[in-house]
């Protein structure tokens, strides 16, 4: 096993509605530790929307760890001509917006490195995703600065590694035998007009495992 890295004492997080939505959970695991939490998300946005206020974001609070969660929304101008997900043009927007956003991140606090990781992709409901967001995983893992991918989806699928909304309970606050951990639409973790906190506490639990499992 490699050695522990020493702990960040702040993480930047950036994403889309599902960082969004993990941001609450995930900041009070990381006081918890005594570790600060700076969050640039917002639902429904692609990596495009969002690099400039990434990069101005680390320029401001020089975070040690920085983590991109994007799940492959298309949705807004700066994609109109790569909305199509089956395209070779949307996966290099992707790609390009992505390394724009690394990029940002690493060059904006060069006194202090922040090292960038990805989160592993959800899986979805819907099949026709399932070659969508494994390219993009792919593409995420493979940009210049990147050390690799956060794990979640042993948190998120049954034991086929399969898509569920509701799972069996694992962590100690969640109710037996089963807990919901997505929303009925398929995407979210528990924006389904619930009160549901289940899957966000699973995916800031996620981070919070892979901080234990790799940092001091």
Partial sequence: MPPKRPRPERILLVGDSIAHEARIPLAEFLSERSIGLDTVTFPGLAPCDLFEAAATTAAETQPDL???????????????????????????????DMTAIVDGLTGANAGNETEVWVVEPLPYAKPSTVETVARLDEIFQSIDGVAGAIPIRDLFTTANDTYSVSLPCILPDEPCPTVQVRAEDGVHLGNDGTDNQFGRNRLAFAIDRFLDRNYE
Avoid at 79 to 91: G, K, V
């Fill in 66 to 96: 920085a983590i991109l969660l994007f799940t492959g929304n298309a949705i807004s101008p700066c994609m109109r001509e790569a909305n199509d997900p089956t395209s070779d043009a949307y996966f290099a927007t992707y790609r390009n």
